[in-house]
Antibody
Framework: QVQLVQSGAEVKKPGASVKVSCKTSGYTFTAFEIHWVRQAPGQGLEWMGWINVGNAYTKYSQQFQGRVAVTSDTSANTAYMELSSLRSEDTAVYFC???????????WGQGTLVTVSS | DTVLTQSPGTLSLSPGERATLSCRASQSVNINYLAWYQQKPDQAPRFLIYGASSRATGIPDRFSGSGSGTDFTLTITGLEPEDFAVYYCQQYSNSAITFGQGTRLEIK
């Protein structure tokens, strides 16, 4: 069965960077895009960007351009999202999701809480 | 980017009633790229509808999606207790994704 398992919670200081991993299994990793979506406490879903795992093409939301990098390691079936220059407003749960058949996020990771605090 | 505006922000209904959730886009959306999700507290979202009107596998037929262009609707007929959650619409265009701000469906 398809699974996306994310790394554990992180606490970071303002100005630092965080890298969240998303290990996949149960499907051909290179056949689907992986997207990253975040959710601040009590707020809605905010799309951050995606990677075409097959060719490593990436596209980012303008809001995060220059601060986010999405990468993948095909040998480990794992995608990564690194966010730099963290500020308190980046405190959120970060989700990875597979962009599947039907142009929809059909499988999601469990979420990773990133807390930015001095 | 295409902005999605959902209404109402909160919908208070009783089990058994019908819920109608709206999603309006700032520009026309290709129906193939319009989806609906349900999210419960401390869970990842779960996709319900893709292609504006096709139900995902395992989604009960009380959930239905409709619409085209800039106006889309998620309808839930005969609300069950497990349906009370937050619902999001989502679209894809020009290699970018946007979500609506969500509609909270709460028990009256």
């Amino acid at each position: 069965q398809v699974q996306l398992v994310q790394s554990g919670a992180e606490v970071k200081k303002p100005g630092a960077s965080v890298k969240v991993s998303c290990k996949t299994s149960g499907y051909t990793f290179t056949a689907f895009e992986i997207h990253w979506v975040r959710q601040a406490p009590g707020q809605g879903l905010e799309w951050m960007g995606w990677i075409n795992v097959g060719n490593a093409y990436t596209k980012y939301s303008q809001q995060f351009q220059g601060r986010v990098a999405v990468t993948s390691d095909t040998s480990a079936n794992t995608a990564y999202m690194e966010l730099s220059s963290l500020r308190s407003e980046d405190t959120a749960v970060y989700f990875c999701a597979r962009y599947g058949i039907g142009y929809v996020f059909d499988f999601w990771g469990q979420g990773t809480l990133v807390t930015v605090s001095s | 980017d295409t902005v999605l505006t959902q209404s109402p922000g909160t919908l208070s209904l009783s089990p058994g009633e019908r819920a109608t959730l709206s999603c309006r886009a700032s520009q026309s959306v290709n129906i193939n790229y319009l989806a609906w999700y349900q999210q419960k507290p401390d869970q990842a979202p779960r996709f319900l509808i893709y292609g504006a009107s096709s139900r995902a596998t395992g989604i009960p037929d009380r959930f239905s999606g409709s619409g085209s262009g800039t106006d889309f609707t998620l309808t839930i007929t005969g609300l069950e207790p497990e349906d009370f959650a937050v619902y999001y619409c989502q679209q894809y265009s020009n290699s970018a994704i946007t979500f609506g701000q969500g509609t909270r469906l709460e028990i009256k």
